[in-house]
């Protein structure tokens, strides 16, 4: 766990993604929580050990599982886009059944996310929202872009901004669901002057400045134009993926990750290369 700020913290060692916490003189507000139940547990204890206030709020950055599956160990109303919202209504046994999938591992997590207990959001939100708590000011904005429900949590008073997986750090994004082009529009957002994010958390990878943000527009960009290329000419999805194969080089792969990341670089440019063609941008 790294203080990031004047009571604010963030975690960037569990399972799934990076979480966070700020200390308001009314309460505390979390920024996600953790996917594996032990970790979310890990989680509170930390907390606690930090402050004797009380959870208030739990802030997810979208409905992913790695951002939403921890919320029943906190007992506190959840905030998110009302996109959000809509979408977590609807997990059931199907959701516990595909989350529990990914702990095959380790059969007693798995046996208790069968059994997850769904906390939905309380409070929703369209385009922004100021929540003031005490001597604290956070804004929630929406951008879209990782999944259409996307949110960042920004603490201007502090410099600091939890970017959920708008921004990552250090690894392909996760673009099964996204809009490119919008998500390019999200991080020239986080750039601007106005938006006060000296510290940036993200939602994988280490704790970063807005420089990271630079290098994943680059990546974007490239992988549009590429995908755009090979839409114009003819080729098809398959043929068009083939062709930029080389990108998975974009950044490190850890050893043993190799597949992982091949699978997603595969996913993302499947993805890109959809939202070309129906748009017809080739």
Known sequence: ?????????????YRGGNVGFVVTSEG???INTPLSPLEARQWREKIAGVTDQ?????INTDYHPECVVGNHIFEAPVIAHELAWKKMKS??????????????????????LERLRIVTPRIAFTDEMDLHKGNK?????????HTPASI???IPG?????????????????????NSKEWLNALTYIRRPWVKA???????GEICGKEVTEELSRYLRRLRARMRGAYSTGHSRAEAVASVAEMIDFFPVADGEEGEAKQRFKANAEQVYGEIKARGEG
């Open 1 to 13: 766990m790294q203080q990031v700020g004047q009571g604010i913290y963030a975690e960037t060692g």
């Open 28 to 30: 505390v507000i979390l």
């Open 54 to 58: 009380k959870v208030i709020y739990v």
């Open 91 to 112: 997990y059931g046994d199907a959701f516990r059944r595909h989350v529990a999938g990914r702990f095959e591992d380790e059969p007693e997590v798995a046996t208790e």
């Open 137 to 145: 000011v956070l804004k929630l904005v929406h951008v879209g872009a």
């Open 152 to 154: 960042i949590v920004c």
């Open 158 to 178: 502090d410099g600091v901004l939890f970017s959920g997986d708008v921004v990552v750090n250090g690894v392909h994004p996760l673009m099964g669901e996204a």
């Open 198 to 204: 000296e510290i940036i958390v993200p939602g994988e």
